[in-house]
C-alpha cells in the first residue's frame, strides 16, 4: 500500500471515527435519560450503545494504525497514549492522545463494570464529555487533515448539533420536575435573603 493511499484512508477513517463516537454519545446520553428510540425498548438502545462503540474503537484503530505507518507524519505507538510528544503537530495530536487515554479508560472500566462501585464507573464514564469534544478539536486543528475543509465542518456542525440536542433532550426540565423544582427553590431562596 502506497503512502498517499494509507494518508487517505487514516483521515477518512478519522472523519467515520467522529460520527461514529458522536453516535454513541448520544446513544448513551439516551441511555442514561432512560429515553428510548423509536422502534428499541431501552435494552436495544443500550445494546446498540455498545456496537457502535465497538464500531468506532475498530475505526479509531484503523485511523492511527494508518497514520503511523504511512510514514508521512513523525507518529509512533507511544504518541498514541502519550500526550503532547509527538513529532507532528505535538498539541494537536496531544488532544488526541488525552481522548485516546479516556476512551481507554472508559473501555477498561467498562469491561469490568461488574466488579466495581456504580459511582466510580459512573465517574470514569462520564469523562465521554472530554473525550468527546478533545477528538473533535483534534480532527479540526490537526494540520494536513481535512479538519477546515467546507465538508469536513459541516460534518463537525451536525456531530455538534446531534449531542447538543441529545443533551437538551435529556436534561429539560419538564423530564425532572423534581430537579427543576429544586432549583428553583434553591435560586428563591438565595434571592430571598
Known sequence: MNDQLLWFVSRANGAVT??????????????????????LPRAGVLRLHRVVALLAV?????????????????????????????????????????????????GLTSLVRRHLPLRAWKAVHLTAYV?????????????GGDGRQPWMIAV?????????????????????PDTAARVTAAVAEQWSR
Not at 61 to 88: C, E, K, M, N, S
Not at 135 to 143: N, T, Y
Open 58 to 106: 475498530i475505526f479509531l484503530a484503523v485511523h492511527v494504525i494508518t497514520a503511523i505507518i504511512d510514514g508521512y507524519v513523525d507518529l509512533g505507538f507511544l504518541d498514541v497514549v502519550v500526550p503532547f510528544g509527538a513529532g507532528y503537530d505535538p498539541f494537536w495530536v496531544g488532544l488526541a492522545a488525552v481522548a485516546v487515554d479516556l476512551l481507554l479508560a472508559i
Open 131 to 143: 473525550m468527546w469534544p478533545l477528538a473533535l478539536l483534534h480532527g479540526f486543528g490537526v494540520s
Open 156 to 176: 463537525d456542525a451536525v456531530c455538534v448539533t446531534a449531542v447538543v440536542i441529545a443533551l437538551v433532550v435529556r436534561l429539560r426540565p419538564d423530564r425532572h
Open 18 to 39: 467522529l460520527v461514529l463516537f458522536t453516535a454513541v454519545l448520544v446513544l448513551g446520553i439516551v441511555t442514561a435519560g432512560r429515553g428510548r428510540l423509536a422502534g
